[in-house]
């Protein structure tokens, strides 16, 4: 879902450019501009909302999360290609034929513009049906024992991608989350089965991308850019991030701060 989050927030930036008082010379209609931000204002807000209660995956499926992206992207693109056109414009002699040309393009414009924002509201109304439908069968979770929450786990079809050990620890793991006890509780994972094996680790690093604050993992991933073992200057790194537009402004602060938070909170959550 990183790459849905990371279309959506760098929409935001591009909105926000677009609603700035040095931007009037641009004809467009600032009403449809604010309501397509706030959609997706709150699409993120969504996103953000599932994956802090980290069961995103099953309001947002594999298509959801490419629909979003997609959307992200072609609105960029539309609103880009527009101020292109407009700045070519501006910077022109125009005469007649060319003032119908803006008229027509203008037209063009805010069509493509509320049809973007119709699909991402639709999505929006997938993603709450889905939460909702998923938040009814939740009622029937909390009342099983652990005993039933684990009979009701599907059975792996692969049985060559089996570790010794991994589905007793599994099995430990559920019966102490699928307690009553409002007590939380670390659960160790030093001495498993297979803690040397590639894929277990592998295994314990998705859990751990997983657990990730959705604003946090488009700044993990995009470190897939760089060599193994590659020093990184922190200043570049930082740089990047703001170019990319990935990152979520945060009141009172300049992205290169909201970066640094970033970075700072990704250390923390020892990935770095």
């Known amino acids: ?19 700035h008082p040095c931007k009037q010379w641009i004809s467009f209609d600032r009403e449809q501009i604010i309501s397509l931000n706030n959609m997706v204002c709150s699409l993120v807000d969504l996103l953000e909302d599932l994956s802090n209660r980290r069961r995103s995956g099953k309001f947002v499926t594999e298509e959801l999360k490419k629909q979003i992206a997609d959307a992200g992207h072609e609105a960029e693109d539309i609103i880009e290609s527009y101020v292109a056109d407009a700045y070519r414009v501006l910077n022109s002699a125009v005469d007649d034929s060319d003032s119908i040309e803006v008229e027509t393009r203008k037209t063009e414009f805010l069509t493509d513009i509320k049809r973007v924002a119709e699909t991402m509201h639709l999505i929006k109304i997938e993603i709450e049906k889905k939460k909702m439908d998923v938040e009814k069968g939740d009622h029937q979770r909390i009342n099983s024992s652990p005993e039933e929450v684990l009979s009701r786990r599907a059975p792996s ?113 020892t990935l770095f």
């Open 1 to 19: 879902m990183a790459t849905a989050y990371a279309a959506l927030v760098s929409l935001m930036h591009l909105l926000k450019r677009m609603l």
């Open 157 to 269: 079809s692969d049985k060559l991608d089996v570790m010794v050990g991994f589905e007793d620890h599994l099995d430990k793991m559920m019966r102490r989350l699928a307690t009553t006890e409002s007590k939380l509780q670390i659960i160790p994972i030093v001495g498993m089965a297979g803690i040397g094996d590639d894929d277990y680790c592998l295994k314990l690093l998705s859990l751990s991308y997983n657990d990730l604050p959705i604003h946090l993992k488009p700044c993990f991933l995009y470190m897939a850019m760089f060599p193994e073992d590659c020093e990184i200057k922190i200043s570049r790194l930082i740089k990047l991030w703001v170019a990319e537009g990935f990152l979520k402004p945060i009141k009172d602060k300049s992205l290169e701060d909201v970066a640094m938070v970033y970075l700072k909170d990704l250390m923390t959550e």
